[in-house]
């Protein structure tokens, strides 16, 4: 997917991040049509689904983010956000959108940094 991550940051633990992904439209994946995740990969680690939405709505977190984590879309804008309370060190990573199941393409991503 061609997108574009962005809203990471510096964050001390305990504290919020507001991630989004804007999806090009030239890319032919329309959130509102295609099932779209969240995905994350740390220093040294596999990247992992964070968080997901299906087209119904349906969301999925991982054992780890759940109830800190919220995965929302803005068809209108052909993107999806990743609101992120509750921050921990092992939340540190970068985080990336794409659909779901991925696709091969993959955004640059957003480095988020959680300190404490």
């Known amino acids: 997917v061609q997108a574009v991550e962005s809203g990471g940051g510096l964050v001390q633990a305990g504290g919020s991040l507001r991630l989004s992904c804007v999806v090009s439209?030239?890319?032919?994946?329309?959130?509102?049509?295609?099932?779209m995740a969240w995905y994350r990969q740390a220093p040294g680690k596999q990247r992992e689904l964070v968080a997901s939405l299906s087209v119904r709505g349906t969301t999925y977190y991982v054992d780890s983010v759940k109830g800190r984590f919220t995965i929302s879309r803005d068809n209108a804008k052909n993107s999806v956000d990743l609101q992120m309370d509750s921050l921990k060190l092992e939340d540190t990573a970068i985080y990336y959108c794409?659909?779901?199941?991925?696709?091969?393409?993959w955004g640059q991503g957003t480095q988020v940094t959680v300190s404490s």
């Open positions: 439209r030239i890319s032919g994946i329309f959130v509102g049509f295609n099932d």
């Open positions: 794409n659909s779901n199941p991925p696709d091969r393409t």
